[in-house]
């Protein structure tokens, strides 16, 4: 029987990404290895014994689902890093299985892998390209790969600092474009970064979004809104 290692499953508003808005129910598993330096959900680093099974976290899915008038019919599969090798066969399994239920299915990918087995199953991906300010290198065959196989149903999305993540992040993508004669359709999104126990960083929004429009506009500055609204240290919002 399959077991996951599931941190939380809990619903909420998406506060970030081209989805933001969107009421979804979270399956947030337990575990990753990737060490991004600004991470905001360090409590899900460590790799735990405590599991469920399969049939009890869709259970949960569709109960908490049932508990609206109009079914909340989406899932989000985050982390930790759910694509950890020690997650990735339990969630594609889940995806499937969640997806025969008629839900819409959105993985939250790292960065790190391409797991095309479980992709193909799932309706969107979210790919994060790390910057420079987390400490972690994207490979670039791993980016371009999702942006051209998968970029209909992909976002790609950079937590930014400074000018140096903006700077980094707007050559890449620039490189990305020209290698591939512009021809690429998954959007890539901003995120300013808003870190845990700090004041709301209205100073570098407003940079992040002067800096996109100084340079031509290639990207889609998208803050994390349920930061503004509970605060950055709050959990499952
Ligand atoms: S991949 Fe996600 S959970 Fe893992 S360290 Fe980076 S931000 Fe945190």
Redesign the pocket.
């Known amino acids: 029987m399959t077991r996951l290692g599931v941190h939380s499953i809990y619903r909420a508003t998406e506060g970030e990404g081209v989805f933001v808005g969107t009421p979804q129910i979270f399956v947030r598993f337990q575990g990753?290895?990737?060490?991004?330096i600004?991470?905001?959900?360090?409590e899900?680093?460590e790799f735990t014994d405590k599991t469920s099974s399969i049939e009890d976290v869709i259970a949960e899915v569709e109960e908490i689902a049932g508990q609206y008038p109009n079914r909340v019919k989406r899932v989000s599969i985050?982390?930790?890093?759910p694509l950890h090798p020690q997650h990735a066969g339990g969630v594609e399994e889940l995806a499937g299985k969640l997806k025969q239920l008629g839900y819409f299915i959105n993985i939250?990918a790292?960065?790190?892998r391409v797991v095309d087995s479980l992709f193909d199953v799932v309706d969107f991906v979210s790919f994060?390209f790390?910057t420079p300010s987390?400490g972690?290198v994207t490979n670039l065959k791993l980016l371009e790969k999702t942006m051209t196989q998968y970029g209909k149903k992909a976002q790609i999305k950079s937590?930014i600092t400074d000018k140096k993540d903006f700077e980094f992040t707007y050559d890449i993508y620039q490189n990305m474009l020209k290698k591939n004669d512009y021809k690429l359709d998954a959007p890539w999104v901003l995120t300013p970064c808003y870190e845990p126990h700090e004041e709301f960083p209205k100073d570098r929004f407003i940079d992040i979004i002067t800096m996109n429009e100084d340079f031509g506009s290639p990207f889609r500055v998208i803050g994390q809104q349920h930061k503004w609204i509970h605060g950055p240290s709050k959990r499952n919002v």
Request: hydrophobic fraction near 20%; aromatic fraction near 4%; proline fraction near 0%.
């Open positions: 990753c290895t990737i060490g991004c600004n991470c905001d959900s360090k899900t680093w985050t982390g930790g890093d939250e790292a960065g790190t994060d790390k987390t972690v937590v």
